[in-house]
């Protein structure tokens, strides 16, 4: 393990010297210890074990100091359980936290002290319906959602559905399609019903590929790879399966560009190949490290 750190950081160092971004393992660092030194629920009687273990887990992962802003974790760990309570059905439960400095320790740690003030009536799902499409029908995307009238009903779940209605009509080219959830409770039966108003927005289909960067070869093999050709609709899906099969487009998020001509309803995307990779790290067999200065993909 100390021979990885060394490398870690050797890697740091060398790094920069080529101006890449090879930052150190903050999971690692000392430096990187969480403040929080326990998370403390209080009237949380219905909220589950591993929903507190994996909001205690999500708290420290994402304090990167001591020095981090107190009032902010607060906020988050009081969103965190309100959204557990909320999965299991209790969607009016009311959350609040404060972080409580511990008195005995000098380096300014702390415990973050949470308190449901209300956790409320349980909620099931009642009727589920989306309204306003026109290139599915309503069953097809109800069938998207993986839960039924009577379930708990579950922010997650929703959440879960209406991502997933994205990349049913992302497959179709449909890149503005919108949704809005509106939900109205039943306070009679404890059911929330549920409308969704979708907005499609107009289909796209691809007009062009341009590659800058390589030989008049690469860009053809490039072009032949991809599975989505000109003048097909652009299936987003398909599309970032093709581009995944070049590691530095995938790795660089700013080297893919996408143009849009709304009113006509094309999409133009520019792969570029210019710029060099991330550094990377390979580990033999024997534990040698070797440090690849980037170079320019062709």
Not at 165 to 188: M, Q, S, W
Not at 227 to 254: C, H, M, Q
Request: charged letters at 30%.
């Amino acid at each position: 393990m100390r021979s990885l750190l060394s490398a870690a950081c050797l890697i740091a160092l060398l790094g920069s010297s080529y101006g890449q971004n090879c930052p150190a393992d903050k999971h690692n660092s000392p430096s990187t210890i969480s403040p929080i030194r326990r998370v403390l629920f209080r009237n949380a009687s219905l909220l589950p074990p591993q929903a507190r273990q994996q909001i205690t887990k999500a708290l420290r992962a994402e304090t990167s100091s001591i020095s981090g802003d107190r009032t902010g974790e607060a906020e988050e760990a009081s969103e965190r359980v309100r959204a557990a309570y909320q999965n299991e059905g209790y969607f009016k439960a009311e959350v609040t936290a404060k972080a409580v400095p511990v008195a005995e320790d000098s380096t300014g740690r702390y415990d973050i002290a949470i308190k449901v003030l209300v956790e409320g009536k349980q909620y099931r799902l009642g009727d589920l319906r989306l309204i306003h499409m026109t290139a599915f029908s309503e069953p097809e995307l109800r069938d998207v959602f993986l839960i039924q009238r009577g379930e708990i009903f579950s922010r997650e779940k929703i959440s879960k559905g209406l991502e997933e209605l994205r990349r049913v009509y992302g497959r179709e080219g449909y890149i503005n399609f919108t949704a809005v959830p509106d939900t109205v409770f039943d306070e009679n039966n404890d059911s929330i019903n549920l409308e969704i108003d979708v907005d499609e927005g107009k289909q796209f289909r691809l007009r062009s590929v341009e590659v800058l960067g390589g030989d008049a070869e690469t860009k053809a093999r490039v072009l032949n790879d991809l599975a989505v050709k000109p003048g097909d609709v652009y299936n987003s899906a398909e599309w970032v399966r093709s581009i995944e099969k070049f590691p530095t487009l995938t790795e660089n998020s700013d080297v893919v560009a996408k143009r849009l001509d709304e009113r006509d309803g094309w999409v133009d995307m520019v792969l570029d190949f210019r710029k060099p990779a991330p550094c990377t790290i390979d580990l033999s067999a024997s534990g040698a490290i070797e440090l690849r200065k980037p170079s320019s993909v062709p």
